[in-house]
């Protein structure tokens, strides 16, 4: 779907103007009723759910070929259960939360209320363009906000059709779409939001936070980073390996919480490679024509990845590649096992974020754990085995945004649990609860009713009930 190119100065006069309608709207209506932000919600649901075919369609056309089925489970799923859990739940989350007043301040009442914070910016990347832009607009959307979504360039398909959608389903001063390239999105995070939040690479996350600085604007970035998958000294071997693979699978590896390199024992490695390879080829069969295979986003990407293995062969390593064919004109690139690796080679310092799978192997679990926190603090963490001695070493020793035990990828489907990364992979969280606390005020409100002892402590100081304080709560 073309879009009409408009000159720079025209595009920053729309940014600028939708931004001023939906800061106007959400000064006459501050505080939208559980009723309208339940009707919101499920508008937005009804929508989703008539229009699966199409979402599955743009976005595969984007990609060059993505599975619907694919698309289904790992986009439109977890995007209405999201929905179905704040609606289930939004109720008790606007709730005011009642507080404790110390003794010495009775009689009084305490609580916080939760207040919209007004205009939310929200980012969305190329990996997930629907997950990614329904997961954050339906939290905001649930803590009563506006909301302006700029999505990827990289996905010029899928992003004019939701453009479209979302039109159709809100005004704009409630939800408003923008598309555009890196030069509409620099422009997009300079705006004074209320809220900004950013889903993308590390070194973007960078500009984003200096831009929204310039405005004070509260930030949360998801981003990514290199998630470590473990396999225990007592781990099942085959299920680990068929739950790794799925992980790495999926999308083709380009999700930010993929496991981007796995920690094998040493005596397992000829076993892992033996395993790893039957268990992709039972996902896969071929690769060439295959409706389930998920091609690389772009030919950028696919260069990318293809000088990760170059370089990596370059410096010594071993490739092990799962099929023989290539085909870079419709970018189906062959999942690889890699060993051998170091850290002087650019898939052991970058995200892969594709179907790479380097493998290291070690003796003891306290050299894998060294291993990690000798480097930034990655989104996910995975853990197989049974030993819980180990199990709970690798949790209390490790900092990651997420962990599975014995499980890739589906804690962020988990809508009870907070989803963020910690350092260089992340500030900040969001689904479900926290995700209405991060785009709400906490508004601490304290009533004071008309008999009040206050009084008691104003100047002169030095009286007897003064004193007959300090004794009693000064200690």
Same mark, same amino acid.
């Given at each position: 779907m073309?879009?009409?190119?408009?000159?720079?100065?025209?595009?920053?006069?729309? %940014?600028?103007?939708?931004?001023?309608q939906q800061k106007q709207a959400y000064l006459k209506q501050p505080n939208p009723s559980l009723a309208e932000r339940k009707h919101w919600l499920k508008q937005l649901k009804t929508q989703l759910l008539k229009q699966q075919a199409e979402i599955a369609r743009t976005i595969s056309q984007d990609f060059g070929n993505r599975s619907q089925d694919e698309t289904r489970l790992v986009e439109l799923l977890p995007s209405i259960m999201g929905i179905n859990y704040a609606l289930k739940h939004l109720k008790h989350w606007m709730q005011p939360?009642?507080?404790?007043?110390?003794?010495?301040?009775?009689?009084?009442?305490?609580?916080?209320?939760?207040?919209?914070?007004?205009?939310?910016?929200i980012v969305v990347p190329w990996n997930y363009p629907l997950f990614l832009a329904i997961g954050p607009l339906c939290q905001a959307l649930?803590?009563?906000?506006?909301?302006?979504?700029?999505?990827?360039?990289?996905?010029?398909?899928? /992003?004019?059709?939701?453009? =479209? %959608?979302?039109?159709?389903?809100?005004?704009?001063?409630?939800?408003?779409?923008?598309?555009?390239?890196?030069?509409?999105?620099?422009?997009f995070t300079t705006l004074p939001f209320d809220h900004l939040l950013f889903t993308g690479a590390?070194?973007?996350? =960078?500009?984003?936070?200096?831009?929204?600085?310039?405005?004070?604007?509260?930030?949360?970035?998801? %981003?990514?980073?290199?998630?470590?998958?473990?396999?225990?000294?007592?781990?099942?071997?085959?299920?680990?390996?068929q739950r790794i693979a799925f992980g790495k699978c999926v999308n083709s590896g380009q999700t930010c919480v993929a496991p981007d390199y796995v920690f094998v024992p040493e005596t397992?490695?000829?076993r892992f490679i033996e395993h790893y390879?039957?268990?992709?080829?039972?996902?896969?069969?071929?690769?060439?024509?295959?409706?389930?295979?998920?091609?690389?986003?772009?030919?950028?990407?696919?260069?990318?990845?293809?000088?990760?293995?170059?370089?990596? =062969?370059?410096?010594?390593?071993?490739?092990?590649?799962?099929?023989?064919?290539?085909?870079?004109?419709?970018? /189906?690139?062959?999942?690889?096992?890699?060993?051998?690796?170091?850290?002087?080679?650019?898939?052991?310092?970058?995200?892969?974020?594709?179907?790479?799978?380097?493998?290291?192997?070690?003796?003891?679990?306290?050299?894998?754990?060294?291993?990690i926190n000798l480097h930034p603090r990655p989104l996910a963490l995975y853990y197989f085995g049974t030993q819980q001695q180990e199990q709970q070493y690798v949790l209390t020793h490790t900092h990651s945004g997420g962990v599975c035990l014995n499980e890739t990828l589906v804690h962020v489907g988990q809508?009870?649990?907070?989803?963020?990364?910690?350092? /260089? /992979?992340g500030i900040g969280h969001y689904h479900?609860?926290?995700?209405?606390?991060?785009?709400?005020?906490? =508004?601490?409100?304290f009533v004071r009713p008309q008999l009040s002892f206050m009084k008691f402590i104003y100047p002169p100081y030095g009286t007897k009930v003064q004193k007959m304080i300090y004794k009693w709560f000064l200690r």
């Open positions: 073309d879009q009409p190119i408009l000159s720079s100065e025209v595009q920053d006069a729309f %940014l600028e103007q939708i931004f001023q939360s009642k507080r404790h007043v110390g003794l010495l301040f009775q009689p009084a009442q305490a609580y916080v209320m939760y207040q919209p914070v007004g205009v939310v910016g649930a803590a009563g906000n506006r909301v302006m979504l700029k999505m990827s360039e990289f996905t010029p398909d899928f /992003s004019a059709y939701f453009q =479209k %959608l979302i039109s159709e389903i809100f005004p704009s001063d409630l939800v408003q779409v923008i598309t555009g390239d890196a030069v509409i999105a620099q422009k590390t070194s973007i996350g =960078k500009h984003v936070m200096q831009a929204a600085a310039q405005n004070l604007t509260p930030v949360t970035l998801e %981003l990514g980073g290199k998630s470590p998958a473990i396999i225990g000294s007592q781990a099942d071997l085959v299920e680990s390996i397992q490695l000829e390879q039957k268990t992709v080829h039972q996902f896969y069969p071929e690769i060439s024509d295959n409706a389930d295979y998920t091609t690389i986003i772009n030919d950028r990407q696919y260069q990318r990845l293809k000088q990760y293995l170059d370089d990596a =062969k370059q410096k010594g390593a071993t490739i092990v590649p799962i099929y023989e064919q290539q085909d870079a004109q419709n970018r /189906s690139l062959s999942h690889c096992i890699v060993y051998g690796v170091d850290s002087s080679m650019r898939l052991m310092q970058e995200e892969i974020f594709g179907p790479i799978l380097p493998v290291i192997t070690y003796k003891k679990i306290e050299d894998v754990v060294d291993h809508d009870d649990m907070p989803f963020g990364g910690i350092g /260089s /992979s479900g609860y926290e995700g209405f606390l991060t785009f709400s005020h906490a =508004k601490s409100v």
